[in-house]
């Protein structure tokens, strides 16, 4: 499982540093900050109604592939019922948002195909994650952002746009291919297999519920800022997001791998198998986040420029600091499902995104982009607080959790306020990384 994670962590990590590449350096220099915020909030728009349409079918798709309780014809009735549903008020909303913030019709309605798109592919690469296919879990996840990216390359030099347009159409003609690639899938899956029960709507109708809500708390900030400080802010705080949303895909990676190990354990080995991966996990994000502020600045004005990136640097400083929370959120909401504990996940996740909202609305006229990033810091340490204490039901844990939250608070204001922050990010990088190889040894010997 291990070469399985480090494989997808590959595919992952190469197609977001060429899509933070696309998105950072080409089109602040080339195409200014303001279309920065433009392509960060119609992305952010997607991915929210992606969310919705997609209603957690990806999490509900694997666990019953990898219990071996669903076949083909039942999984796509299923698929098309459930999304039937759901795609029309999504693109409603979509081009209600669409039209009144005043954005080119031409330039959005690309992404409305691509949330079409989308849904399809999540559902295909579910199916290719319940089966434990590493290979095709990599290319698939590496499509839709470094496939994007390698594909608008002949685009950038050749047409030279001047434009966001033409990359919005090559975005869901990429999607498209994607899905032509992905229908492969199909046939893992037995031709017979028990009928969907209401139980499996009500399951799917909570993770999905989940989901939304966590993408909800992830990306409404882009929204509010663009809204509320208009879309310079909006490109300042999402050239920081960048950084960290690249970062999650290493503790994606694990998640997708663990998950159908997890659906197929007794609760002993269930518990003890998560545990030594959230000790992987946390140390890894530790790590991480140590590297953004050794690095980040560094990183930052040499892709996009000082001056661009002068209104990121405090949003960036903070975001670093939530990155071992989102690890530890990740893993920890495929262990609650894998224990079907999806109706806890909801509730709890649901009332962080209220305090989410909330807080962003408060901070932002004031603070702007550093504001929403400290909120966000909040909301990913309140749902790791309660997801550990009422979830898994472990204070060593929860312990482990609030010491290191209380190093990474630590730094993040010395980085804010002395000029000790390289020294700081140099020791931390190292020592959390010894700490990480030391926990991976760890996990090798129970694997």
């Not at 962590?9 to 200014?32: D, H």
């Not at 993408?215 to 909006?234: P, R």
């Not at 790791?384 to 204001?413: C, D, F, H, K, Q």
Request: contains cysteine; hydrophobic residues 55%; proline residues 3%.
């Amino acid at each position: 499982m291990i070469r399985a994670i480090l494989l997808l962590q590959f595919s992952q990590v190469l197609g977001r540093a060429l899509y933070i590449l696309f998105a950072m350096w080409y089109i602040n220099r080339w195409l200014g900050v303001e279309a920065k915020g433009t392509w960060a909030a119609l992305f952010a728009l997607m991915t929210i109604l992606g969310t919705f349409s997609n209603l957690g079918f990806e999490a509900w798709l694997t666990r019953e592939v990898a219990g071996n309780a669903i076949g083909r014809k039942q999984a796509l009735a299923f698929l098309f019922k459930a999304k039937s549903m759901l795609w029309v008020p999504c693109l409603l909303v979509g081009a209600w948002y669409v039209v009144e913030n005043d954005y080119d019709l031409v330039l959005a309605f690309p992404f409305a195909l691509a949330l079409l798109f989308d849904g399809v592919g999540v559902a295909q690469q579910a199916v290719f994650e319940g089966k434990s296919r590493a290979g095709k879990i990599a290319l698939m996840s590496f499509l839709k952002s470094g496939g994007f990216v390698l594909a608008c390359v002949p685009v950038i030099l050749w047409i030279e746009p001047t434009t966001l347009t033409p990359f919005t159409w090559l975005f869901a003609a990429v999607l498209l291919g994607r899905v032509i690639y992905g229908h492969q899938c199909w046939k893992l899956l037995p031709e017979k297999a028990p009928s969907i029960t209401g139980r499996a709507w009500r399951e799917f109708a909570l993770m999905g519920s989940f989901t939304f809500v966590t993408v909800v708390y992830f990306k409404v900030d882009t929204l509010m800022l663009a809204s509320m400080k208009g879309q310079l802010a909006a490109g300042y705080y999402d050239n920081a997001y960048n950084f960290v949303e690249g970062a999650l895909f290493l503790s994606a990676a694990a998640g997708t791998m663990l998950y159908p190990r997890l659906v197929q354990s007794e609760p002993k080995a269930r518990a003890t198998l998560f545990d030594h991966m959230f000790l992987v996990v946390l140390t890894m994000g530790c790590a991480g986040s140590f590297g953004i502020w050794l690095l980040g600045n560094a990183v930052g004005d040499l892709l996009i420029g000082p001056e661009n990136f002068e209104g990121s640097r405090r949003a960036l400083t903070l975001l670093a600091a939530a990155l071992p929370l989102m690890f530890a959120n990740g893993l920890m909401s495929r262990y609650l499902f894998s224990c079907r504990m999806e109706r806890l996940a909801l509730i709890t996740s649901g009332s962080v995104a209220i305090f989410n909202v909330v807080g962003n609305a408060l901070v932002i006229p004031r603070h702007g982009e550093a504001g929403a990033a400290l909120i966000t810091v909040l909301t990913e340490g309140l749902l790791l607080v309660i997801w550990i204490w009422v979830g898994r039901r472990s204070p060593n844990m929860l312990l482990r959790v609030l010491g290191i939250a209380a190093i990474t608070g630590a730094v993040a204001w010395v980085q804010l306020n002395t000029d000790m922050g390289m020294a700081a990010g140099l020791i931390g990088l190292v020592g959390f990384s010894l700490f990480f190889l030391y926990r991976l040894k760890k996990l090798r010997m129970v694997l």
